[in-house]
């Protein structure tokens, strides 16, 4: 192998070397094991945050796989119905043309052809990262197979009952012209106003205070238009006696009544508030509890109609409520609305006050409008009676959730559950399997010939599919069966369904997780999956939510192949419209990457996953650690040379030879086995961050820290018995390979690399790390005895180190030692690993301290009882220590007495940030530490 680790010299021909053997594919033997990829968006390209999912999902496959387990890691993409549509019609319209200009047809082969070209950047992306997805079955949510299963879904449920057309609110992008889903709805905060007006009492009605008016607070004035009533609390003793009257709704003049609901605050404003059921979710809640009005007074694009659309709380039209508007209003922008609306309450004496309010506003977050609850007829899903059958099955442990608590979320959601709204005002998606006559009666069907069979409606009957499209999440909630064929009952799909884990957020439990639950158990009688893996969200290295906004995004490829520090400011700034906020994004990039992000290759990273993969907390991502997984990486291709260098050409008693196995071997052997069963223990418990724990700390402190050094002496000695060399060459390179077998799940690349570099000095066979068998612990073969000598040995050893590190003595001198309170089993490890020690330690001699004999002044160390002394005498020149000694006490007491000034300094600990603060006191007592050891050490050697 090459002498230096080079990750991109590895990893993209190993990746093809995979695929293009299609080991990936399921070929198992064993019970099937299935992970379904949370499908991507086709428009998307990698976050963090699909980095750290598929990695945990890629060791869950990988491991499954080596213990023989059929396993298949589906993979596909999501259509993504609004952000691919944005996307094209962008495209178009920098050709000065729109979608209605090319039609339905033409503007969804654009789509089509745009997917041919560019929506494979994603899959190109995850092949990047090393996971081992079964490229063959890749699937597209709009495939012709998922289409029909769309379809075939829609129809069942609404011969269920289940789906129905009905008249609700819904989030409305009034740029977009489509109904959305809570999750493509973000809330920001913004500085606002609270308007506070004066509807007039009727009748000679006056309140407590003897006014003739209610004043009612509001932040969306335009809306009054559709008032259909003032709500007071009606615990609210100034108003209940006003509970019954009427208000005239100003401007409109409408007279509308006062109602009493808990949902009014007493303490918000002056205790009354206006409900507008048509364009207000709880007013929509109070509408329905009182038997209120739907007044719609926006069209599409939130501007004011000429006359209000008036429906009964069940969404029939209702004619006996006045429609009217007043008519300077009509094809006014809301916005435009409300400040005319201001003035003239304004004009009319009938504005209180105006106060500065913060609001949350509802955005979309591909269009950045506003949101507006709007009134509209849309498809939706009773979901209650799905919702029975999917509680059940948590309830009923069929479906486990890990961390458990996340069943607690599950639940609140599942219990208050409304009703789903699927369809989308878009041309890109599954068209609704709908057809309206001339008369507006709807059938539902697989296509029109199956609506024409099954209503007997003959040639002359014209017949129109519906425009709308199905929300996306309706597809990808049908994900775990309709990839594997269903409706058909493929083998596949008998094979791998139920699939055994979901790998997930928290954010979409609701959204994808309890919706795949409900469809599976309704459409096709099985859950879908057997656990729900929910993992955190991958912050920086502050805790702050990673966002283009904070210009603290990642990409895992820029940490994976490196990139310099300008493209990384291009990619961070790139679109800011405030030179301010690309300022000081550019800023703070470039005090955290002054030199860009060096490469670090893929494992490296996927190790850093998942060793940040505890149970369902957010992840604070730090490069710091990455850098030190590659440094893990490096090191175990270190060692790796060092074992190549040792047995390669070599008799490593692969085929039967005679061994001798020294305690050294017997150790390593025994720390094998320990590890071997608590990675697959923390494997097995989804505890991630523990199962990489348990092999960095074998690798790094048992193997290249302690068991490479430790076997120098009997590789390099000529004259050991020819077994006893053997043994040892075959537990170097067997144990060497049982690592690389632990560490696959993690890093692929660089343990497939060595693995076929090793596999016939270990004596073993195959085309590829990934197929061989999972390490099994064998009880047999661990050793405590053996366990016991050698943690002596490190003991005594570090022991020395430690003395010749504090008295300045040189590693390579050889020195005397005298041990005391020795007991038989000190004295039997001594004399059975005299070589070992002599060797490494650079003893000169070892002596026992007789009884009764005085020991010469020495420095002290303990292994367990017995004392370590190493006399000073001739060791080191005392005057010249001492001197060097007090040159160091000297710089230390400055560098205390300076750092000390600083922190006493009212400016500086008033105006430097905090952080800056916490260093510095840091440094402080890290040098107070420094000088304190260095003042006992000057202690010891004076008295010497």
């Keep these: 192998m090459d002498k230096t680790y080079q990750p991109h010299a590895i990893e993209t021909s190993w990746y093809q070397t995979w695929e293009a053997n299609n080991y990936f594919a399921p070929q198992g033997a064993g019970e099937p094991y299935t992970i379904m990829i949370p499908p991507p968006n086709v428009t998307g390209s990698l976050h963090m945050g699909h980095g750290f999912n598929n990695a945990i999902m890629d060791a869950l496959i990988r491991f499954r796989r080596m213990q023989g387990r059929n396993t298949l890691w589906q993979p596909g993409t999501d259509h993504a119905g609004i952000a691919t549509q944005m996307l094209v019609e962008r495209q178009i319209g920098a050709q000065g043309l729109s979608r209605h200009d090319l039609g339905r047809e033409k503007f969804l082969d654009k789509v089509w052809q745009w997917k041919a070209e560019s929506g494979g950047n994603i899959s190109r992306q995850i092949r990047r990262l090393g996971s081992s997805v079964d490229w063959s079955r890749e699937r597209f949510t709009m495939d012709d197979g998922l289409s029909e299963a769309v379809k075939e879904a829609f129809v069942r449920l609404h011969e269920d009952g289940l789906i129905y057309r009905g008249k609700r609110l819904v989030n409305w992008d009034t740029k977009l012209h489509t109904a959305i889903s809570d999750l493509e709805v973000e809330s920001h905060d913004e500085k606002g106003h609270l308007w506070n007006l004066r509807y007039p009492l009727m009748d000679g009605a006056k309140t407590a205070d003897g006014k003739d008016y209610l004043v009612v607070a509001t932040t969306r004035p335009e809306t009054?238009?559709?008032?259909?009533?003032?709500?007071?609390?009606?615990?609210?003793?100034?108003?209940?006696?006003?509970?019954?009257?009427?208000?005239?709704?100003?401007?409109?003049?409408?007279?509308?009544?006062?109602?009493?609901?808990?949902?009014?605050?007493?303490?918000?404003?002056?205790?009354?508030?206006k409900i507008t059921p048509a364009h207000d979710f709880n007013d929509y809640e109070v509408g329905k509890r009182h038997g209120l009005p739907l007044i719609n007074i926006f069209d599409k694009n939130a501007a004011v109609l000429a006359s209000a659309q008036v429906f009964d709380i069940d969404g029939k039209p209702n004619t006996e409520v006045d429609a009217s508007l007043p008519s300077g209003y009509a094809q006014m922008d809301r916005f435009a609305a409300r400040r005319a609306l201001v003035a003239e309450f304004e004009a009319m004496g009938l504005l209180e006050k105006i106060e500065d309010h913060a609001l949350k506003v509802p955005k979309g977050d591909r269009s950045g409008t506003v949101i507006e609850p709007w009134l509209t007829d849309q498809w939706y899903v009773s979901t209650k009676p799905l919702a029975e059958k999917a509680i059940a099955a948590v309830e009923g442990g069929e479906i486990q959730f890990v961390p458990k608590q996340y069943e607690n979320m599950y639940f609140s959601w599942m219990r208050d559950i409304q009703d789903w709204c699927i369809s989308r005002q878009l041309w890109w998606g599954h068209r609704i399997p709908a057809w309206y006559d001339e008369l507006g009666n709807v059938y539902v069907g697989r296509d029109e010939m199956d609506v024409r069979e099954k209503h007997g409606l003959g040639s002359e009957v014209l017949l129109r599919q519906d425009d709308d499209v199905l929300d996306t999440w309706f597809s990808s909630g049908l994900w775990t069966f309709s990839t594997l064929g269903w409706p058909e009952q493929t083998d596949y799909l008998k094979t791998f369904h139920p699939t055994d884990v979901l790998v997930t957020g928290f954010d979409i439990i609701f959204f994808w997780v309890a919706r795949m639950i409900m469809l599976s158990t309704h459409l096709t009688g099985q859950i879908p999956f057997k656990t729900v893996y929910v993992h955190g969200l991958v912050r920086d290295g502050q805790g702050q939510k990673m966002s283009k906004s904070k210009g603290n995004v990642l990409d895992p490829l820029d940490i994976v192949d490196g990139i310099s520090l300008d493209a990384l400011l291009e990619k961070r700034t790139s679109g800011l419209m405030q030179p301010k906020m690309a300022e000081k994004i550019a800023k703070q990039t470039r005090a955290e990457f002054p030199e860009g992000i060096a490469s670090y290759g893929t494992d490296a990273l996927r190790f850093t996953f998942c060793s940040l993969a505890s149970t369902g907390r957010d992840i604070k991502f730090d490069m710091g650690r990455v850098e030190g997984y590659r440094n893990f990486c490096n090191k175990l291709w270190n060692a790796a040379n060092f074992v190549i260098e040792n047995t390669d050409g070599q008799d490593t008693g692969v085929n039967g030879e005679a061994v001798d196995l020294s305690s050294v071997d017997r150790w390593i052997i025994s720390a094998l086995q320990r590890t071997e069963a608590e990675v697959t223990r923390q494997l097995n418990a989804f505890r991630f961050d523990l199962a990489a724990q348990a092999l960095y700390e074998f690798v790094w402190d048992e193997y290249c820290a302690w068991y490479l050094e430790l076997v120098k002496p009997v590789l390099w000695d000529e004259n050991a018995p020819l077994e006893r060399q053997r043994g040892t060459r075959r537990t170097l390179v067997r144990v060497l390979e049982v690592i690389l077998r632990l560490a696959h799940p993690f890093m692929p690349f660089i343990t497939e690399e060595i693995w076929q570099r090793i596999k016939a000095q270990a004596g073993v066979s195959g085309e590829t790390i990934m197929l061989q068998p999972w390490p099994v612990a064998d009880e047999s073969r661990i050793d405590p005895a053996a366990e016991g000598d050698i943690e002596w040995v490190k003991t005594l050893m570090l022991g020395v180190r430690q003395i010749r590190g504090e008295m300045n003595i040189s590693m390579a001198k050889r020195i005397d030692i005298i041990v005391a309170n020795a007991s038989e089993q000190d004295l039997r490890r001594l004399n059975d690993n005299a070589p070992l020690l002599n060797k490494l330690a650079k003893l000169e001699s070892v002596r026992v301290l007789a009884a009764g004999e005085e020991a010469p002044m020495s420095a002290t160390a303990l292994v367990g009882d017995m004392q370590v002394l190493v006399p000073m005498a001739g060791l080191i020149d005392k005057a010249a220590e001492l001197a060097r000694l007090d040159k160091e006490i000297q710089r230390l007491e400055g560098e205390v007495k300076r750092i000390g000034g600083k922190l006493s300094n009212a400016g500086f600990v008033d105006k430097a940030p905090a952080d800056v603060i916490d260093k510095e006191r840091a440094k402080l007592a890290e040098a107070e530490q420094a000088l304190a050891n260095l003042a006992e050490q000057r202690q010891k050697i004076a008295s010497l």
């Design 224 to 273: 009054l238009l559709g008032d259909a009533a003032v709500a007071v609390n009606p615990n609210d003793e100034r108003y209940q006696h006003l509970i019954g009257r009427q208000v005239q709704l100003p401007i409109v003049n409408r007279l509308i009544p006062i109602i009493a609901d808990d949902y009014c605050d007493p303490e918000f404003g002056t205790g009354c508030v």
